[in-house]
């Protein structure tokens, strides 16, 4: 279990996100939606540790956040950064391994050989033709999957996602929040992915988190959350709501000309 308590955040002395409160339960996938610059990010990087809030804390597993030791908290959560992994000369098998490193001694080296744990990741991600080839000479895509595998590997019991299906086609969108999702329920890990697609975010979150003007607009199951009058006061779009036929989660239908302008 993960709690946001009070989270207050300024950035350049602007104020980004203002006593956020919510506890994320362990085995649950949550999606944090709201519009552009909105403060996703920030929020998730909160949770992760990787910034502080300006007041405010996060505990994790009844301790605070900043308690833990580097290797201890990576070996707790692991996060997908928003634009996946940057290009490199490292193979993605390589790459994927590194995600072993809370595992590792000062040699790199781990107790149990972790080369069917990278196997495995790679061949969820449809990775293992490719796993020789180095980073630098993949799709956006591709990477993008790479940088899923080496989250996977981590074997961490929280998973922090940011905008994970950037660069993928729908096949491929589809076949990666599948993976997470199935992976997630196998293992009652907990997901938190901050998502721009309403739709994707409908059929795979058990539980939605608006952002709006700094602070949670809503929170609950997406058939409480997703209406036509939130999308039009937190988007400033106009949409119309229909009932997913086989999944019975809401699905938006955006409505042309129907926009407010821009904020
Ligand atoms: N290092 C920084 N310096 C100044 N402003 C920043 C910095 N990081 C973020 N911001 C600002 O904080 C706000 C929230 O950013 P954040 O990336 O959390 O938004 P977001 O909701 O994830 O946006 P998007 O949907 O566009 O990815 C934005 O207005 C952004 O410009």
């Known amino acids: 279990m993960i709690e946001a308590k009070h989270l207050t955040k300024r950035i350049h002395n602007r104020l980004i996100l203002s006593n956020v409160t ?19 990010s920030t929020l998730l990087q909160l949770l992760s540790g990787a910034a502080k809030p300006t007041s405010g804390e996060v505990m994790l597993a009844g301790k605070p956040l ?32 590194m995600g072993r490193y809370p595992y590792q001694n000062w040699f790199g080296d781990e107790k149990n050989d972790p080369a069917v744990l990278v196997d495995r990741a790679l061949e969820a991600m449809g990775l293992t033709a490719l796993q020789n080839r ?8 591709e990477r993008q999957r790479a940088a899923l595998a080496k989250v996977m590997v981590q074997e961490a019991e929280l998973i922090l996602l940011d905008e994970p299906t950037t660069y993928l086609d729908i096949g491929y969108q589809i076949h990666l ?11 009652e ?13 409908a059929l795979y979150c058990d539980q939605l988190l608006v952002l709006h003007e700094g602070g949670l607009a809503a929170s609950g199951p997406p058939k409480e959350v997703l209406n036509e009058s939130l999308i039009r006061s937190v988007y400033g779009a106009s949409a119309t709501i229909v009932v997913h036929p086989a999944t019975g989660v809401p699905q938006i239908l955006l409505q042309p000309g129907g926009a407010a302008p821009l904020r």
């Open 22 to 40: 919510h506890t994320f339960q362990t085995g649950r996938f949550y999606g944090i939606i709201g519009p552009n610059g909105v403060g996703k």
């Open 66 to 97: 900043d308690s833990y030791a580097a290797k201890q908290l990576a070996r707790k959560l692991a996060v997908l950064q928003q634009g996946g992994l940057p290009p490199a000369a490292f193979t993605v098998r390589e790459v994927v391994g």
């Open 134 to 141: 180095p980073l630098e000479r993949l799709s956006g895509g």
């Open 177 to 187: 929040l599948d993976t997470v999702q199935a992976w997630q329920r196998e293992r």
């Open 189 to 201: 890990l907990t997901v938190i992915a901050v998502l721009h697609d309403l739709n994707l975010a």
